[in-house]
């Protein structure tokens, strides 16, 4: 039988038989085939459409079938598709040389560009150039709820322990700090009046040697760097009180501790910055970035780095190298999405779009106590389901949603839609929303109308 003619019912048989499980599917009760996207969102096989409020866990930012992005694809498909990465062309270098001025811009510091495929894959080469520059050393800190990626080293500076559980240990696990989750504090303290109590809880660990981070003789510290996302993602879209960041570069920068930061959800323009470090005013030593950097069209990943990390003289040829790294396709990819940053006042419309949004949340958080928490930094905005009581997390209602939303049929207008959610949160019940930068007010105000009928619908 020719693919065109096989139903969603005759791929679903093929696939129960021959793909593996293990790859980040089969969360919903019924599968889904999806045929074809545009901007804002997805259409199965029958025709279906679902408005898309996670866009590919961030990666495609700037909306599926983006003209100016795929034409730059395109384009560079007809010329130079293919080349091995140890050779050199025209976009490689353009895209890199964009992005590190674009980064010395904003944080007055000199650095260059190394590239890969896939956000694990950039956490994976940050780690070698933090291991190459602080010779020896071979611990990190990270955070609680940090999600770095789940290839062997990466899986080590990722809390979750069932991403490690089944492969052991490949090399040192990171020591866990909790993250300021005010909603839900780890020191059960009132952030309005706590002092930022975690901050001087971590700075306790380098008060003397046995705590085990600091020789108090000579005053080095085991730890190489911290890896930190400046928006907790995985963790549930978590924004940290504004002064945190600084409090701890000023700990990390003391006691010569690498600060690492993971853009790979957050970067380009999530956040309303190119960097949402940016916020904070912080000097990360090193950014790993993947994901938007395409827009989804290639797996095309990052870092950029202090000059005196990376420089030829100390991270020299071949250190790191991936067959596919800096392919031609993904860096006319990332040109596009650089150059389309540049065409569109993101600074200005993504804010304004985000506090649009979670208007229209906290006018349904006031009507329905089952939401315990709304929040956001830019357009990366979270939903925390609770039960009636406003706090404790009710992960049943919060997949309950999620499945309801992913069956379609939702009414609004005479006209029916599905609504595709992500779930995240320590709890697994908080709603983490990542629109297309490109969404507008009228598709935030129908998003808003389907998820109140879906709470109305599931909320029994």
Same mark, same amino acid.
């Given at each position: @039988?020719?693919?065109?003619?096989?139903?969603?019912?005759?791929?679903?048989?093929?696939?129960?038989?021959?793909?593996?499980?293990?790859?980040?599917?089969?969360?919903?009760?019924?599968?889904?085939?999806?045929?074809?996207?545009?901007?804002?969102?997805?259409? *199965?096989?029958?025709?279906?459409?679902?408005?898309?409020?996670? @866009?590919?866990?961030?990666?495609?930012?700037?909306?599926?079938?983006?003209?100016?992005?795929?034409? &730059?694809?395109?384009?560079?498909?007809?010329?130079?598709?293919?080349?091995?990465?140890?050779?050199?062309?025209?976009?490689?270098?353009?895209?890199?040389? %964009?992005?590190?001025?674009?980064?010395?811009?904003?944080?007055? @510091?000199?650095?260059?560009?190394?590239?890969?495929?896939?956000? &694990?894959?950039?956490?994976?080469?940050?780690?070698?150039?933090?291991?190459?520059?602080?010779?020896?050393?071979?611990?990190?800190?990270?955070?609680?709820?940090?999600?770095?990626?789940?290839?062997?080293?990466?899986?080590?500076?990722?809390?979750?322990?069932?991403?490690?559980?089944?492969?052991?240990?490949?090399?040192?696990?990171?020591?866990?700090?909790?993250?300021?989750?005010?909603?839900?504090?780890?020191?059960?303290?009132?952030?309005?009046?706590?002092?930022?109590?975690?901050?001087?809880?971590?700075?306790?660990?380098?008060?003397?040697?046995?705590?085990?981070?600091?020789?108090?003789?000579?005053?080095?510290?085991?730890? &190489?760097?911290?890896?930190?996302?400046?928006?907790?993602?995985?963790?549930?879209?978590? %924004?940290?009180?504004?002064?945190?960041?600084?409090?701890?570069?000023?700990?990390?920068?003391?006691?010569?501790?690498?600060?690492?930061?993971?853009?790979?959800? @957050?970067?380009?323009?999530?956040?309303?910055?190119?960097?949402?470090?940016?916020?904070?005013?912080?000097?990360?030593?090193?950014?790993?970035?993947?994901?938007?950097? =395409?827009?989804?069209?290639?797996?095309?990943?990052?870092?950029?780095?202090?000059?005196?990390?990376?420089?030829?003289?100390?991270?020299?040829?071949?250190? =790191?190298?991936?067959?596919?790294?800096?392919?031609?396709?993904? =860096? &006319?990819?990332?040109?596009?999405?650089?150059?389309?940053? /540049?065409?569109?006042?993101?600074?200005?419309?993504?804010?304004?779009?985000?506090?649009?949004?979670?208007?229209?949340?906290?006018?349904?958080?006031?009507?329905?106590?089952?939401? /315990? *928490?709304?929040?956001?930094?830019?357009?990366?905005?979270?939903?925390?389901?609770?039960?009636?009581?406003?706090? %404790?997390?009710?992960? =049943?209602?919060?997949?309950?949603?999620?499945?309801?939303?992913?069956?379609?049929?939702?009414?609004?207008? /005479?006209?029916?839609?599905?609504?595709?959610?992500?779930? /995240?949160?320590?709890?697994?019940?908080?709603?983490?929303?990542?629109?297309?930068?490109?969404? %507008?007010?009228?598709?935030?105000?129908?998003?808003?109308?389907?998820?109140?009928?879906?709470?109305?619908?599931?909320?029994?």
């Amino acid at each position: @039988m020719k693919s065109k003619e096989l139903t969603a019912e005759d791929l679903l048989k093929l696939e129960a038989k021959y793909c593996s499980y293990g790859d980040t599917v089969h969360y919903l009760d019924e599968q889904i085939i999806f045929d074809r996207c545009e901007g804002p969102w997805l259409f *199965d096989m029958q025709g279906n459409k679902f408005l898309d409020m996670q @866009m590919w866990y961030s990666a495609v930012n700037f909306g599926y079938r983006n003209k100016d992005i795929e034409e &730059a694809h395109n384009r560079q498909m007809a010329s130079l598709p293919q080349v091995a990465s140890q050779y050199l062309h025209k976009g490689k270098i353009l895209l890199a040389s %964009t992005i590190a001025k674009e980064t010395e811009k904003r944080l007055g @510091m000199k650095g260059r560009v190394h590239f890969n495929v896939g956000g &694990a894959q950039a956490i994976e080469d940050s780690l070698k150039l933090v291991r190459n520059f602080k010779k020896g050393k071979t611990l990190m800190f990270a955070f609680m709820g940090g999600y770095h990626g789940r290839t062997l080293a990466a899986s080590e500076i990722t809390s979750s322990f069932r991403y490690r559980k089944r492969f052991g240990h490949f090399s040192n696990r990171a020591a866990f700090i909790p993250y300021p989750y005010c909603f839900r504090c780890f020191y059960g303290l009132d952030p309005k009046k706590c002092g930022y109590e975690c901050v001087k809880q971590f700075e306790k660990l380098f008060e003397t040697e046995y705590y085990g981070v600091i020789d108090s003789k000579d005053k080095e510290v085991e730890y &190489a760097a911290f890896y930190v996302e400046p928006v907790q993602a995985t963790g549930g879209y978590i %924004t940290p009180p504004p002064e945190y960041f600084q409090r701890l570069s000023e700990i990390l920068s003391r006691y010569g501790v690498l600060l690492v930061d993971d853009e790979i959800q @957050m970067g380009f323009y999530r956040t309303g910055k190119l960097w949402a470090m940016e916020h904070y005013n912080v000097k990360p030593d090193i950014i790993a970035f993947a994901k938007a950097l =395409t827009n989804g069209l290639n797996p095309l990943s990052g870092l950029w780095a202090k000059e005196e990390l990376i420089n030829p003289k100390t991270f020299p040829p071949g250190s =790191t190298h991936s067959t596919f790294s800096s392919n031609p396709l993904g =860096t &006319a990819a990332g040109l596009a999405v650089m150059e389309f940053i /540049g065409k569109n006042n993101l600074e200005k419309s993504v804010p304004e779009k985000g506090a649009y949004l979670l208007s229209r949340l906290k006018k349904l958080q006031k009507k329905h106590k089952v939401i /315990g *928490d709304v929040d956001g930094l830019g357009l990366a905005l979270r939903v925390e389901m609770t039960k009636s009581d406003g706090f %404790t997390p009710d992960r =049943t209602l919060t997949d309950r949603i999620f499945q309801e939303g992913m069956k379609g049929g939702i009414d609004v207008g /005479g006209r029916k839609y599905g609504l595709v959610l992500d779930v /995240g949160g320590y709890y697994k019940n908080i709603f983490t929303l990542a629109p297309a930068l490109t969404i %507008t007010l009228k598709e935030i105000d129908l998003f808003a109308e389907l998820f109140e009928k879906l709470l109305k619908r599931c909320a029994v």
